[in-house]
């Protein structure tokens, strides 16, 4: 808490929208500035000096809730939460695997490739007490959009607090 700035929640969510304005008009991202989106069937509490920011449908099942502290994974009726000051660093699974799959078989290689060419594939959050969370993204947009969130949220919460 010490030299950190005190924002509103929702000055806070504008900054980090800001940082994602690429991607407003965009199928499957939800943002929560101006338009409603129904989430209540999902069980899920967000503290008091928290708001929801935006929503990446990853599929017709999976869910990405961003919000200015922390991320909830929405997958059927579990919900997975992870605070922005648990995450660490985030990894993109192909491009780490680009040395050690050099011996693999052809297919799996190329395969590797395809990955690497369309900017898809598994995305490991790494949380500061060594688990991790691997996240398989299957559009461009996604992963850039999830990345860019991670970047942002880290900055925003070193800098502030919202209320």
């Known amino acids: 808490m010490k030299n950190k700035q005190i924002k509103k929640k929702e000055v806070l969510r504008d900054y980090l929208l800001k940082k ?3 991607y407003r ?11 409603a989106y129904d989430l209540s069937n999902y069980v899920y ?30 997958d059927k009726s579990t919900i997975t939460k992870i605070h922005i000051n648990e995450i660490e660093d985030y990894d993109y699974i192909p491009f780490d695997n ?21 900017h898809i594939g ?10 991790f969370l691997d ?4 559009k ?10 991670i970047i942002k949220l880290k900055s925003i919460n070193f800098h502030y607090v919202g209320v």
């Open 20 to 22: 994602l304005e690429n």
């Open 25 to 35: 008009n965009k199928k499957e991202i939800h943002f929560f500035d101006k338009s």
């Open 45 to 74: 509490t967000i503290p008091e000096n928290d708001i929801e920011a935006f929503l990446i449908k990853l599929d017709k099942y999976k869910k990405i809730l961003v919000t200015t502290q922390s991320f909830y994974i929405i």
């Open 98 to 118: 680009l040395e050690t799959i050099q011996n693999a078989p052809l297919l799996k290689r190329v395969f590797n490739k395809y990955q690497l060419l369309m």
């Open 122 to 131: 598994d995305i490991r959050i790494r949380k500061k007490d060594g688990s």
């Open 135 to 138: 996240l398989y993204i299957s």
């Open 140 to 149: 461009r947009k996604f992963l850039y959009c999830l990345t860019g969130a």
